[in-house]
């Protein structure tokens, strides 16, 4: 219907133009050449993921095969573990390892163009090249009046909520990246585009009164993570929680370093204080797990701010040597248990004081450490030592 709505379009304004104009000829050309330009590549776009989305359900069929399964059992789940049982992969990159996925989810979408029954483009803003992200532009503004008027009106009044009269409560979240907002949008723009909009958000968040539009703010925000996302650098900065009691702001997260596990919680007004498996910051004799337990306070600037309540464990603990042993009880050594400490640390740290969060990531502090002690071989004395021969 479109097509031939467009096509109507064509024949009628090269139909309409004088001849006597040579001007409006040369200017409907160039509008009926556009316009056919567009259903050429709407065209080949269809054509090629008509085409895609065939090899996609022929190697489908070919993978359900070799997988012993049949072709209605395998669903997106069950391709992803073929893929990753078939493709194995060391890569830390997600984006780098090999994937099967239909066409829809992998290829660039085709930006289509939506016009009225007389053949002209919809929307106030078609006249520009990134309509959807200039009318987000606009929506923000009108927001941002409205925010402004609604503080004007209650600042003085009894009766209005005294928490919509505060900033809107961005802690624990950022903004969403410009990638991830083009497929949001569903449209490309430039990074000076993406630089205003994130410009207009800020200035939009720090006005008195902006709690009002707390759901329209956290559509374009997302949580805060160690890393870039992925599950391989360890666990996430948790959420910020309130205490019942004591009305106290705390984060909670649980890592490990090596052997030992680590669960610590590290509550906001605080005196300083440390509390690892009962014992506290003096009671570590040596000078280098001080060093590694303060070294989050230290890089963020807030040294007694935070009390950091910790309770270590070892992973191997639960897991027995052999099915007739009973299991082995391990404890974390003299920088293994401070570290998983420290980076548990940081993550509350940056969970509950986000301006700390780049100053720890760059330190590295973020960052799970995978290292882990090297097993011991078959027929050696331990990972890499090998028997010394003698000749007598």
């Known amino acids: 219907m479109l097509r031939v709505t467009i096509a109507r379009s064509i024949r009628a304004m090269s139909s309409a133009a004088p001849a006597s104009a040579p001007?409006?000829?040369?200017?409907?050309?160039?509008?009926?050449?556009?316009?056919e330009t567009y259903l050429k590549h709407s065209q080949q776009h269809v054509a090629m993921m008509e085409k895609h989305r065939a090899e996609f359900e022929t190697g489908k069929r070919h993978l359900a095969k070799m997988m012993?399964?049949?072709?209605?059992?395998?669903?997106?789940?069950?391709?992803?573990?073929?893929?990753?049982y078939l493709f194995p992969s060391g890569l830390t990159d997600p984006h780098a390892r090999p994937v099967m996925r239909p066409p829809?989810?992998?290829?660039?979408?085709f930006q289509r163009f939506t016009f009225d029954e007389e053949g002209r483009p919809e929307g106030s803003r078609f006249f520009t090249l990134s309509p959807k992200i200039y009318g987000l532009m606009s929506e923000i503004g009108v927001k941002t009046q409205s925010v402004m008027k609604f503080y004007d009106e209650h600042v003085g009044s009894r009766s209005v909520n005294r928490k919509d009269l505060e900033p809107a409560n961005l802690s624990g979240s950022q903004w969403i990246t410009a990638d991830k907002m083009k497929k949001k949008l569903s449209e490309k723009f430039s990074?000076?585009?993406?630089?205003?909009?994130?410009?207009?958000?800020?200035?939009?968040?720090?006005?008195?009164?902006?709690?009002?539009?707390q759901n329209f703010l956290m559509e374009f925000r997302e949580p805060m993570t160690a890393s870039t996302?992925?599950?391989?650098?360890?666990?996430a900065i948790p959420e910020v929680q309130i205490c019942a009691e004591t009305n106290r702001r705390f984060a909670e997260v649980t890592t490990h370093c090596k052997d030992t596990r680590a669960v610590v919680k590290v509550t906001d007004a605080g005196k300083g204080k440390f509390n690892v498996d009962g014992l506290e910051l003096h009671d570590f004799r040596?000078?280098?797990?001080?060093?590694?337990?303060?070294?989050?306070?230290?890089?963020?600037?807030?040294?007694?701010?935070?009390?950091?309540?910790?309770?270590?464990?070892?992973?191997?603990?639960?897991?027995?040597?052999?099915?007739?042993?009973?299991?082995?009880?391990?404890?974390g050594g003299m920088s293994a248990l401070p570290r998983a400490v420290r980076h548990g640390a940081a993550l509350c740290i940056a969970a509950l004081h986000p301006e700390a969060t780049e100053p720890l990531r760059l330190a590295g502090l973020l960052t799970l450490d995978p290292r882990k002690k090297e097993r011991s071989k078959v027929?050696?004395?331990?990972?890499r030592a090998k028997w010394i021969w003698k000749r007598r």
Do not use: C, W
Request: glycine share 6%; proline share 8%.
């Open 286 to 331: 040596h000078l280098q797990s001080r060093e590694i337990l303060l070294a989050p306070m230290i890089i963020s600037k807030t040294l007694g701010r935070f009390d950091v309540f910790a309770t270590t464990s070892s992973i191997s603990a639960s897991l027995p040597e052999a099915p007739n042993r009973e299991p082995i009880q391990r404890s």
């Open 191 to 213: 990074p000076e585009l993406y630089a205003q909009i994130i410009i207009a958000f800020e200035h939009l968040a720090s006005l008195p009164g902006s709690a009002i539009e």
């Open 379 to 383: 027929n050696q004395p331990g990972a």
């Open 104 to 109: 829809d989810e992998i290829l660039p979408k």
């Open 68 to 84: 012993g399964l049949e072709v209605h059992e395998l669903d997106q789940e069950a391709i992803d573990r073929a893929i990753q």
């Open 229 to 235: 996302g992925s599950k391989l650098f360890g666990p």
């Open 23 to 35: 001007d409006s000829d040369a200017s409907v050309r160039k509008i009926g050449r556009a316009l």
